[in-house]
Nanobody, 120 residues
């Protein structure tokens, strides 16, 4: 089970960190990813991290602004979002996969999502 938290409303240029807490024994051997979905749009890849923290992958649209990390002792993965833009507004989902991946179809388990809204 994956449970996201930390979403909210932030002004453009601000920062926000969302978290994803996982239950179960497979977290520590799973790659984790963050995706987002804006109204009327398809779910898109944001960032991913391998089970041991390396390597990481980022969508071009968030490179240099977002950072993914994980704490296996806490069964938690994080997405630090800086320099936020209105176009970052979306529901953010975390997901687990057997190996690091960038497509929706490679992820087996999903959280319920957390809303991030960036005002201009």
């Amino acid at each position: 089970q994956l449970v996201e938290s930390g979403g909210g409303l932030v002004q453009a240029g601000g920062s926000l960190r969302v978290s994803c807490a996982a239950s179960g024994r497979t977290f520590r051997t799973s790659a984790m990813g963050w995706f987002r979905q804006a109204p009327g749009k398809e779910r898109e890849f944001v960032a991913a991290i391998n089970w041991n923290g390396y390597p990481t992958r980022y969508a071009d649209s968030v490179k240099g602004r977002f950072s993914i990390s994980r704490d296996n002792a806490k069964n938690t993965v994080y997405l630090q979002m800086n320099s936020l833009k209105p176009e970052d507004t979306a529901v953010y989902y975390c997901a687990a996969a057997p190996k690091i991946a960038v497509t929706v179809y490679e992820y087996r388990y999903w959280g319920q999502g957390t809303q991030v809204t960036v005002s201009s």
